[in-house]
């Protein structure tokens, strides 16, 4: 049962662009989201979260949206830049995944073209 | 603080030897993870510690692994009898003592077994 899901797992965007990446989610007891970036042989990097209390969080180029009657969240990259290229997992926590251990999705694999 | 370490990064073993992998959390953090990600797939959690004590096992974590965490600083990972279906990328995560902490992950060991 994937209670995370990424359903793309590729996405090529040009340099300059936006990049929208989305994730699904199934448990409405999840209550934080997060967005980390993995490079080849490394481990994850975050990048940004948000609490259900929110709808949005900024962080320079990178918005996360969360929008919790869907379901859904998004994170947007503005301007990508070619160093954005990696695979981004999404991730949730909440009362019912368990003491506070996170369930990613399977990542989308962002390339940026320059 | 250089952030999460791990040790080694790479470990190739034959099948059926026992392999043990470190974990230096940052060192303010209490919290302690481990994680598998395997080809495709985002990270999965496996257990979790906070300070000294192992909080949560995930049914992953089959009776040929033991994780501790003697003095609540570094924490080992040992796996015993090592099978094929062992190989993939062992992250660990540390993170504070609060409900929506982030946790930060260290580069990972990518073990291979042969």
């Known amino acids: 049962d994937q209670q995370v899901k990424q359903n793309s797992p590729s996405l090529s965007v040009q340099e300059g662009r936006i990049s929208i990446l989305n994730c699904d989610y199934t448990?409405?007891?999840?209550?934080?989201f997060l967005w980390y970036k993995k490079y080849p042989a490394e481990g994850p990097t975050f990048l940004i979260s948000?609490?259900?209390?929110?709808d949005k969080n900024e962080d320079g180029r990178f918005t996360v949206f969360l929008n919790k009657s869907a379901k859904h969240l998004s994170l947007h990259i503005v301007p990508s830049q070619p160093g954005d290229s990696a695979v981004y997992f999404c991730?949730?926590?909440?009362?019912?995944?368990?003491?506070?251990?996170?369930?990613f999705g399977t990542g989308t694999r962002l390339k940026v073209l320059a | 603080d250089t952030g999460v370490s791990q040790d080694p990064r790479h470990k190739i073993t034959k099948r059926g030897q026992n392999v043990t992998f470190r974990c230096d959390p940052i060192?303010?953090?209490?919290?302690l993870y481990w994680y598998r990600q395997t080809l495709g797939q985002g990270p999965e959690f496996l257990t979790y510690?906070?300070?000294?004590?192992?909080?949560?096992k995930s049914r992953l974590l089959s009776d040929r692994f033991s994780a501790e965490r003697p003095k609540g600083s570094f924490s080992t990972l040992e796996i015993q009898r090592t099978e094929q279906g062992d190989s993939a990328m062992y992250l660990c995560?540390?993170?504070?003592?609060?409900?929506?902490?982030?946790?930060?992950f260290g580069p990972g060991t990518r073990l291979l077994v042969l």
């Open positions: 060192s303010e953090h209490n919290r």
């Open positions: 991730a949730a926590s909440g009362p019912t995944s368990g003491t506070y251990k996170y369930i």
């Open positions: 948000i609490s259900s209390i929110k």
């Open positions: 448990n409405s007891m999840f209550d934080y």
């Open positions: 995560a540390s993170s504070l003592v609060h409900s929506q902490e982030t946790q930060y």
């Open positions: 510690f906070q300070n000294e004590a192992q909080l949560e």
